[in-house]
Every structure is written in C-alpha cells, then in structure tokens.
C-alpha cells in the first residue's frame, strides 16, 4: 500500500483546490444526505470541494474522520456529533487555534463554535399539543438517546405540552428509544406488552414513528383508533404510508446552506464570534394523529 | 484562504493512514448511502478512512470529485457514474497507469476495470413476469435515464418477459422517466391524461413507483385494481406505503463490502485483471401488483 505516485495527481496538486470536510453520525435517516446536499449547493457555486466522512454513531470513527480531514487540509469542517461523543478536547483544541468549524444538528453546548440548530423543544411541544387538542391522555414520548442535546430538547417540549394541559404525566412515560426503525418497533412491541398502553406516541423521529407503527400494525392496534402517532424530522415517506404520519417538516437543505455560509464567513473573517442559528419547521398533521 | 497551519495537523500528518475514496451520483434515494455504509464497514475494520463525494448526476462535479481525491492521495477509489457522465478518458488514464478503482452499480462496460453490478435484465425480467401472471396484459415501463447501463438492463428485462408471453408491447410502453419520485409521479399524471392507459406499471426504482403511485392516487386510480404497480430497489418503505409496494430487493450492504473486498485485492496486487461480480436479488411481492 502507499500512495499512488501519478503524473496527473502530480499536476493537479499544483492546481489548488479548496475543501471543506463534513462529518455526519449515520446514513440510514434521510436527514443527513439532506442537509449535505444542501451544503453542497452552496460549495460548488464558491469553487469548494465537498469531502463527506460518516462516523457510524462511534466517537473513534469521528475523531478519525476529522483527524484524516484535518490531515487532508480541508480549509474548514462541518460536523454533526455522533451519538457516542462526549469528549470535546480536540474540538476545542482546533476552535481555540481558528479553525473554521461549524456544527449542526447535534452539537455540544459547551463549545464556543457556531452552529445551526433547529428548535427542537418549540416543535415538539406543538406536536404534543396537537395530540393533546386531538384527545389524547397518555401520551407516551419515545425519546432519542438521551445524552443528545436534540433528546433532551424534543423531552423538554413534550413536558411543556404535558404541563401546560395539567396532564400529570409519569417519568415512565418518556422512554428512551433510539432513531432507527428497528428501534421503534420493538419498543411499540413491548409496550403493547406491558400493562401500560398509552393512546398517543409522540416519537422522537420520523423512522421512530415509522418503525413503532409497524409493530402496532402487526400487534393489530388501530392508528389512529388506539393509538394516535406523531413523528418529527418530516422523511419523504410520511405522506405515503399507510395512515400517512403526522410530522414535523425541519428545513434540512436550508439548514446545510446556512451551515455552509456560516462557514465561509468563518473562512473569510467576515465573523469571528460563534453565531447559532435556530430554524423552524412546520407540523404536517395527516392521518396517523387524529379521528 | 487556504491550508490551516497547526500543530495538530502537523503531527497527524507524519502517522500515515490509509484512504479510499467512494464518488456517488447522488443523495437523495436511500441506495447510495447504503452500499457507503457496506464499503465502510469493510474498509474500517482493515485501518482505511473513506472519504465520499457526491457528484449531483453532473459530470463536471464528478470529474472535480476525482481530482480532488487524486490529489488528497487517495490510495483507491471506489465509483458510481454520474447520469451525465459519457466521457471516460480521465478514468481510462488512471485504470492504465494501474490506479486501483472498483466501479459499482453505474459503470460504462467499454472501461476494463472491476465492478460490481446488479443483474438488472433478470430481475426486471422477474417483476415484469410477476405482472404478467397477475393477469396485467397493457404493462408500461417507466425506465430510468436511458443512456444507463442499469436502465437498458431493465428495459431488455421488460422486453425480455413479454416476450416470453407473447404480449405484442409497442415502443411507446417504454417510457423514459428518470430516478426521481417527482418524476414518477409527473409521468403517472402525464400518462394518465392521455389516451393509452396501462393496467400495469413495472418502474425502474422504488422512487419512481412511489411517486408514480402518489400520481395515481391523486387522479382517483385504484392501485392494484386499475392500475398494479411494481418498483426496483426496494426502499425501506416499500413494505409501509399504502399499498404496500411490490419490488426488488438489491442487496446494497452486500454490492458496497463486495466492492471494498474487490478494491483491497486491487491494492494488495492479489488480482491484475479486471474482476465483475453479478449480484442477485429478492422480488418482494405485496399488494401493489395484485389483487
């Protein structure tokens, strides 16, 4: 092995190309895909080249990917955490050095780095509150892993709808899910299980709620007789199943764009404090939520 | 502008690791980040990073993704073609000055390089035929951007079942439609304003079908009843939409860690000559396609 000594590699390193590194957690949801594409429109038009390492959910991996991207002189980083990630050292080493880096999605809060973030806890509580409105009582959240800023955020609004209704929830009714489809499922399942049937599930993401109402499905509960479901982070296929998902649409390409313009500002001094951008969504209310 | 200076970098710098490249057309349907996810897992656990580009179905992007990764060194690529992408030459140069790289799914078969593909005329073959012995006699298909090695494949699939059958198809049941779900649902709308009205409709991709479906049902259509339909790549969806959607199913893990196997053999000097594997599949057969 050793890196491949070519003529054409030779004269292309000559011509100087600018790279901007992006490190996302997973591939499976739609949602990163989305957000690199929107990312990339903005790149391209600037002359940038777009390097994309996915970190599988694992700390290692990330911090490999960002050391091989460093390595590899991207001229600056746009990341999204993995779930596994506490350790923040060489973030904070490279911020405190200059390096232009911009987080999204899942970010650690302690950093003084920009970021683009959606509001998690606003959009929740009004999925919640949609359930609520709709006639639900126990409401049961399925919840992200809850080390996750976006975990905590999606909690906090379900607890606000709770609150604000005086429905007295029980802590055993926010439980700890995952984002993944399989997830969903087998949680539906053994809640259906246990002798405490909620009659609403607000879910932490879209393949959540997907996954939960295939396990009500094949268990033979109704939606949204029995069980009324809500997702969030709107995935191209919430209108289509069958009953269509009630979701939460976040803007995910304009959030790639804006981390990507937050980014060359950073890259041209335009900015030197971190700036965090918050975005709204929309509740698209279908069938899988209300009679 | 321009490279980052640290110390960090610096030290990384001297503790070598390995890379691989992986250039994709595009982001948007699901079978590209999957078969990423099975080169990675393969290439993680031998040490290599894998770097990824996206090339937007456009050929300058995908050209500029090469060279990019050229010039970061990587020391093997693994490729799918963009739609656009006719000239060959700068892959032809790097194949004769022995670069290593796999091609995957598109690839252009006058390049003597390795790749791994799909055997698309089979199981185009087998979903039209389950079609035909649902009772369908008028079936359309929608075909991808035909200049693609896959759409010829799938179209020659099609021809190839009714045929078999006997079905006298005229050439304009052959109808180029794309890759896209805005595409499939435009075209379902498009032919179902015209004159010539298919009882089936064997599409060349899941998104296809599933926004020919979306096409359909809004125009009143009773999916199997009037109109049956089938995909190709099964999404994770297909089994949640409603009808649940008849297709393919690739098996995009496999073609990813396939490649990255065939890839390390490349760069290992345990094959010279150019190596293609044929993958198989699964036709998942659900309510769309029959009564």
């Given at each position: 092995?050793?890196?491949?000594?070519?003529?054409?590699?030779k004269?292309?390193?000559?011509?100087?190309t600018?790279?901007?590194?992006?490190?996302?957690?997973?591939?499976v949801?739609?949602?990163?895909?989305?957000?690199?594409?929107?990312i990339?429109?903005?790149?391209?038009?600037?002359?940038?080249?777009?390097?994309?390492?996915?970190?599988?959910e694992?700390?290692?991996t990330?911090l490999?990917?960002?050391?091989?991207?460093?390595?590899?002189?991207?001229?600056?980083l746009?990341?999204?955490?993995?779930?596994?990630?506490?350790?923040?050292?060489?973030y904070?080493?490279l911020?405190?050095q200059?390096?232009?880096i911009?987080?999204?999605?899942?970010y650690?809060?302690?950093l003084?780095?920009?970021?683009?973030i959606?509001?998690?806890?606003?959009?929740s509580?009004?999925?919640?509150?949609?359930?609520?409105?709709?006639?639900?009582?126990?409401?049961?959240?399925?919840?992200?892993?809850?080390?996750?800023?976006?975990?905590?955020?999606?909690i906090?609004?379900?607890?606000?709808?709770?609150?604000?209704?005086?429905?007295?929830?029980?802590?055993?009714?926010i439980?700890?899910?995952?984002?993944?489809m399989?997830?969903?499922?087998q949680?539906?399942?053994?809640?259906?299980?246990?002798?405490?049937?909620?009659?609403?599930?607000?879910?932490a993401?879209?393949?959540?709620?997907?996954?939960?109402m295939?396990?009500?499905?094949?268990?033979?509960?109704?939606?949204?007789?029995?069980?009324?479901?809500t997702?969030?982070?709107?995935?191209?296929f919430a209108p289509?199943?069958?009953?269509?998902?009630t979701?939460?649409?976040q803007?995910?390409?304009?959030?790639?764009?804006?981390?990507?313009?937050l980014?060359?500002?950073?890259?041209?001094?335009e900015?030197?404090?971190?700036?965090?951008?918050?975005?709204?969504?929309?509740?698209?209310?279908r069938?899988?939520?209300?009679?």
């Amino acid at each position: 092995m050793g890196y491949f000594p070519n003529p054409i590699a030779k004269k292309l390193m000559q011509q100087k190309t600018f790279n901007i590194g992006v490190v996302v957690p997973e591939f499976v949801n739609a949602f990163f895909p989305e957000v690199i594409i929107g990312i990339q429109q903005v790149l391209i038009k600037k002359g940038y080249q777009v390097l994309i390492m996915q970190s599988n959910e694992s700390y290692q991996t990330e911090l490999s990917n960002v050391h091989t991207l460093v390595e590899n002189m991207v001229d600056g980083l746009i990341i999204s955490l993995s779930r596994e990630t506490s350790n923040i050292d060489f973030y904070k080493s490279l911020i405190d050095q200059g390096y232009p880096i911009v987080f999204f999605n899942r970010y650690n809060d302690t950093l003084p780095a920009s970021k683009v973030i959606f509001d998690d806890a606003k959009w929740s509580f009004f999925a919640t509150e949609h359930l609520i409105l709709s006639g639900r009582k126990k409401i049961f959240h399925l919840s992200a892993y809850q080390h996750l800023q976006l975990a905590k955020n999606r909690i906090k609004g379900y607890k606000m709808a709770m609150d604000k209704y005086r429905i007295a929830y029980r802590p055993d009714w926010i439980i700890e899910t995952g984002l993944m489809m399989e997830e969903g499922e087998q949680m539906a399942k053994k809640i259906l299980k246990s002798d405490n049937i909620p009659d609403g599930l607000s879910c932490a993401n879209d393949m959540v709620a997907l996954g939960a109402m295939r396990g009500l499905k094949e268990m033979g509960i109704r939606i949204p007789e029995d069980i009324a479901v809500t997702g969030f982070t709107e995935s191209p296929f919430a209108p289509l199943v069958d009953p269509p998902l009630t979701s939460v649409l976040q803007p995910t390409h304009e959030m790639g764009e804006i981390a990507a313009k937050l980014l060359l500002r950073h890259i041209e001094n335009e900015i030197a404090q971190p700036e965090t951008v918050i975005l709204n969504g929309i509740l698209n209310i279908r069938k899988s939520s209300h009679i």
